[in-house]
């Protein structure tokens, strides 16, 4: 059975720093795309930044560029997002997501994704 399984959500004042996790489970994902999408309250769910499997290729959405940083471990089978700056609008439950195929063209596309975790709760005090 695979998992995804996110960690590091929390309660953060803004301008601070949180490191999400995501650890799967049941199968390897070393040569698939892994993302984090995001869900804020009355919003749909949105993508926030993509890797490819072999980490070389990280995407982001506009507003987190410059802050966010997307990395994984294959050997940990376990992708992270590092958050620095954060501010009220980045409140939201964060996804972890994992693709099957071996091509990652429509990394912002929640429909590219064949797994997802459960979510982990980011707020963000002002």
């Known amino acids: 059975q695979v998992q995804l399984v996110e960690s590091g959500g929390g309660l953060v004042q803004a301008g601070g720093s949180l490191r999400l996790s995501c650890a799967a489970s049941?199968?390897?994902?070393?040569?698939?795309?892994m993302g984090w999408f995001r869900q804020a309250p009355g919003k749909e769910r949105e993508f926030v930044a993509g890797?490819?499997?072999?980490?070389?290729?990280?995407y982001y959405t506009d507003s987190v560029k410059g802050r966010f940083t997307i990395s994984r471990d294959n050997a940990k089978n376990t992708v992270y997002l590092q958050m620095n700056g954060v501010n009220p609008e980045d409140t939201a439950v964060y996804y972890c997501?994992?693709?099957?195929?071996?091509?990652?063209?429509?990394?912002?596309?929640?429909?590219?994704?064949?797994?997802w975790g459960q979510g982990t709760q980011v707020t963000v005090s002002s």
């Open positions: 049941g199968r390897t994902f070393r040569s698939n795309g």
């Open positions: 890797i490819s499997g072999s980490g070389l290729n990280t």
């Open positions: 997501a994992a693709t099957t195929t071996l091509t990652y063209r429509y990394y912002s596309q929640s429909g590219s994704y064949n797994y």
